[in-house]
């Protein structure tokens, strides 16, 4: 299930995180699992502030990194996928716009 | 000072006075026995310091105050930080006091750019080794391979910065070593992750590569988010300042001959 590029996301403010190298540690202090990100993974974790759209921060992405906007756009919403599924990012509806 | 304080309705209630890493306690116990395993356990530490933070051990009437954010239970003893000091209750043994004495420590310890950490710290040069790994690692039998005397503690590390400098300092907190661990510090010259092989190599590890062998070695307790975004702050900075390595090494003393200088 695809999600819709116009939904904007913000980081599960209950987590812990922290850049290093580059790559960036998230902490769940519920359960103490810890989550790593790559460099792009980490590049849009700095991005997602609960203003900017997966379609924005794919844009961002394609601008900093050799990438073409198809697949900044799919690889952007492959990564919140998987960490909304982690309960790291959390989507709200756009302004305006209707939740699906 | 270790002497009586009052008289209680369970009898006379002591105070016993101990410094670990530099955070100076201050115990209250009624109950005789477990002043008395109390007083021989922490002996190494005892210390007479400038306001000690007070703990109370069963005795709900020296904390009547606001709590303090922090809390937790294990085994059905009962840890609880107040404004006015902290709250030790069902703690039935000296083991029980132990493990409550870690957990606030965990907890206390953010406030001083500090944490505990799950090694054995040897003493060689006047700096301090700090050997990580979780349980069968190895802590123990490097504690045992280390001169007598050299070993600060075998299985729980306090790694503190003050003043821009690392240093690590023994507990009281013992592994299968037994050693009733040393109350001195010294500046930490390295991080090593064991790694038991049949020879002795280690190869140093990037800032990311160190973050990843403390956080499963340290010890804490807190699930609040505020808390847990202190402590990974401490972390990153101690793997980015701090030289790490893995060591791998036989059961023997030479793995000395391949640690850094």
Not at chain 2, 65 to 71: D, L, T, V
Not at chain 2, 133 to 151: C, D, F, I
Request: charged share 20%; proline share 6%; net charge negative.
């Amino acid at each position: 299930m695809s999600t819709p590029a116009t939904m904007t996301w913000q980081k599960n403010p209950a987590l812990a995180w922290r850049e290093i190298d580059d790559e960036t540690v998230i902490i769940s202090p519920n359960d103490s699992v810890m989550h790593e990100l790559n460099d792009t993974g980490s590049f849009l974790w700095k991005n997602i502030d609960g203003k900017k759209s997966a379609a924005e921060l794919a844009q961002l992405l394609a601008e900093n990194y050799e990438v073409t906007p198809d697949i900044a756009l799919s690889d952007t919403q492959a990564l919140l996928e998987e960490m909304s599924s982690r309960k790291l990012v959390v989507s709200a509806p756009a302004a305006g716009g209707v939740s699906p | 000072m270790n002497a009586p304080l009052a008289t209680s309705g369970r009898g006379p209630r002591q105070q016993f006075e101990l410094s670990i890493g530099c955070v100076p306690l201050r115990l209250h116990i009624s109950d005789a026995q477990l002043f008395g395993a109390a007083s021989e356990r922490y002996a190494a530490f005892t210390d007479v310091a400038e306001q000690p933070i007070n703990i109370a051990l069963n005795d709900a009437t020296l904390t009547a105050s606001e709590p303090a954010g922090f809390g937790y239970e294990f085994e059905g003893a009962v840890l609880q930080a107040f404004s006015s000091g902290i709250r030790f209750d069902g703690v039935k043994n000296q083991y029980a006091l132990d493990s409550l004495l870690r957990v606030f420590l965990s907890w206390k310890l953010l406030e001083h750019h500090g944490f505990l950490l799950h090694a054995a710290t040897v003493i060689r040069g006047g700096r301090a080794y700090v050997f990580t790994g979780r349980s069968g690692a190895g802590k123990s039998t490097v504690a045992s391979l280390s001169p007598q005397g050299s070993v600060f503690t075998d299985e729980i590390s306090l790694l503190r910065r003050e003043n821009g400098i690392w240093r690590a300092y023994g507990t009281p907190f013992w592994g299968d070593f037994k050693a009733a661990g040393s109350n001195s510090s010294a500046p930490v010259a390295g991080i090593f992750r064991l790694l038991q092989a049949p020879e002795n190599r280690v190869a140093a590890l990037r800032p990311m590569a160190i973050l990843r062998t403390l956080l499963p070695n340290v010890l804490f307790f807190s699930a609040e988010a505020a808390s847990t975004s202190r402590l990974l702050e401490i972390l990153s900075r101690a793997a980015t300042e701090i030289p790490g390595y893995n060591l791998s090494f036989r059961k023997n003393p030479t793995f000395w001959e391949v640690l850094p200088a």
